[in-house]
């Protein structure tokens, strides 16, 4: 069972395009970690969202955490090549940790 | 440097021949986890530990052990082996439970 659902779960686009990647539960969480992950490496943190309806900002990135603790979105402005690599979400629940699916993000020159 | 270490990096095995994969962290972190990672499924938590002495499993345990005899190292033990354990694993350590995780380069198996 998939306790955190990640759209879209592909994602090709133009460099200089806008992009958003959601992240969904019917779980609540006590926070929500963005990764990013390269191939042949592990996953490398971006940012943590604790507080409902929290919003955090790094760069051209922005990541939101649902007013209920249970979603958050990941947006990307003026997505750049060097965006290219595989998003994931992570809630935390209890002592455990959920990942999502993963969103594959490529951006074309 | 501050980093988590796996070994080995890739490993080809059969079926029933148990194997170990080690995991050391060098952050003095409280934290340590066990994560597969397969196509469309993301990574799912195997294992996790507390602090030393203390596991629990995660998601998808069965067919695994781990232990923690000392906080630097959290081995994964495989006593049999099947195909459906092939996969990519990552170990992660975090100073606490929700803090960042920190993860090793991943260990590819495949079991023959």
């Known amino acids: 069972t998939q306790l955190l659902e990640q759209s879209p779960q592909f994602l090709s686009i133009q460099e200089g395009e806008n992009l958003t990647v959601y992240c969904n539960s019917s779980s609540v969480f006590s926070s929500l970690q963005w990764y990013r992950q390269e191939p042949g490496e592990g996953p490398v943190l971006l940012v943590t969202?604790?507080?409902?309806?929290e919003v955090k900002k790094l760069k051209r990135l922005t990541f939101q955490f649902g007013d209920a603790r249970k979603d958050s979105s990941l947006h990307i402005t003026a997505a750049q090549p060097g965006d290219t690599g595989l998003y994931l979400c992570?809630?935390?629940?209890?002592?455990?940790?959920?990942f999502g699916t993963g969103t594959s993000l490529t951006v074309i020159p | 440097e501050a980093q988590v270490t796996q070994n080995p990096r890739y490993l080809i095995t059969v079926t029933g021949k148990k194997l170990t994969v080690t995991c050391s962290q060098n952050?003095?972190?409280?934290?340590m986890s066990w994560y597969r990672q397969d196509p469309g499924l993301g990574l799912r938590q195997i294992y996790y530990s507390m602090n030393v002495e203390v596991t629990d499993k995660g998601d998808v345990p069965e067919g695994y052990k781990v232990s923690r005899k000392e906080k630097r190292n959290f081995p994964l033990i495989l006593e049999s082996p099947s195909p459906n354990q092939t996969s990519l694993y990552f170990c992660?350590?975090?100073?606490?439970?929700?803090?960042?995780?920190?993860f090793g380069p991943g260990t590819r198996l495949l079991v023959l």
């Open positions: 992570a809630g935390a629940r209890g002592n455990q940790f959920y």
């Open positions: 992660a350590s975090s100073p606490y439970q929700s803090g960042t995780q920190y």
């Open positions: 969202v604790v507080t409902g309806g």
């Open positions: 952050m003095n972190h409280e934290y």
